[in-house]
């Protein structure tokens, strides 16, 4: 059985890769998917698969750099994608990914994606 504070600090770390790859702007359109143990509680997971579907390869190697120290202090595990990548290996389908969306409030209390 899966431990719940760890889940719960899991989903905070990928709501904060999220933020991370807004806030730099590098990947402001790009589609988030979480697969592996952490989705489908198979086993106690020991880090986060995440799926980062990019417009470019270029947005891809910007993500990766920009992300690169946070990733190796943080026990996740970021495959990145192009939509082409994606359509050929039919990655999601075959990894069983979630598509993640973010719901943040605004100071108005009004709900942003």
């Known amino acids: 059985m899966r431990d719940e504070d760890t889940i719960w600090q899991y989903l905070a770390l990928i709501d904060f890769v999220q933020m991370e790859a807004r806030s730099s702007q590098i990947c402001s359109d790009c589609h988030w998917y979480l697969f592996g143990s952490v989705l489908h509680g198979e086993c106690s997971p020991i880090d986060i698969d995440l799926l980062a579907v990019v417009g470019s390869v270029r947005d891809g190697v910007e993500l990766r750099a920009a992300m690169s120290e946070w990733l190796r202090a943080n026990p996740i595990h970021l495959v990145i994608m192009t939509e082409a ?3 050929e ?13 973010t719901l943040r409030t605004t100071s108005r209390g009004g709900l942003v994606h």
């Open 89 to 101: 290996t039919n990655f999601i389908k075959v990894v069983r990914a979630r598509r993640l969306v």
């Open 85 to 87: 990548e994606l359509r």
